[in-house]
């Protein structure tokens, strides 16, 4: 089994493409080793020492080390564990602990007048945006809108990038004004 690596804007994640499904539907984002408690692939990462976060995409899996690592240390580690995991067909959930994720929901309560420009907005988030952030290794999600400003929440290699402020700032919030001429701001929540 080959897996595919490559780089991502943010220089402490590394995107690992198994060349199989990771995620049937949805994104899951592990920033403890708590959390990772809930699939085994994420525990067995955390436990490797230098990992800091798991992301689950659809084909990927984002890995980001904590601030200590090194990824010419790292990487060999990671993709063994990748490969055992995936080599092996193994569950990417704990049975019956799948149920009992949870993921904190920041979202805004949207003001139900606003309900044209906050489809309009989803739409070319789902459609514009999130392939775009796949490709990278992270993913963007809305989370609400409010007298102008958008609110997305920024998963995977997205979260903690240091070029993630340009990426909102150059790259989506011009999008989304461009189409959408009431939004006035884009902010990470």
């Known amino acids: 089994m080959l897996i595919e690596t490559e780089a991502t804007p943010n220089p402490a ?3 690992f493409l198994p060349g199989t499904g990771v995620m049937d539907a949805g994104t899951r984002d592990f920033a403890t080793p708590e959390e990772a408690e ?23 899996v984002s890995v980001t080390l904590a601030e200590s690592g090194d990824w010419r240390q790292a990487k060999p580690d990671v993709l063994a564990v990748l490969h055992d995991h995936f ?13 009992a994720i949870t993921i904190e929901d920041e979202t805004f309560a949207d003001d139900p007048e606003d309900a044209d420009i906050v489809a309009q907005i ?9 392939p775009a952030v796949a490709r990278d290794g992270g993913d963007i999600v809305y989370r609400g809108f409010d007298k102008g400003t958008v609110y997305l ?9 240091p070029s993630s402020t340009a990426t909102l700032k150059q790259g989506i919030e011009q999008l989304l004004k461009h189409y959408v001429p009431e939004v006035t701001e884009v902010r990470a929540a």
């Not at 569950?91 to 602990?97: K, N, V």
């Open 153 to 161: 929440g920024m998963h995977g290699a997205c979260s903690g990038c």
């Open 13 to 15: 994640t590394m995107k």
């Open 87 to 99: 080599s092996a067909h193994a569950p990417l959930f704990t049975p019956g602990s799948a149920g």
């Open 38 to 60: 809930a699939s085994p692939l994420a525990a067995a990462l955390f436990s490797l020492g230098d990992v800091g976060g798991v992301f689950f995409g659809r084909d990927f």
């Open 122 to 130: 989803r739409d070319l988030i789902e459609t514009r945006v999130r």
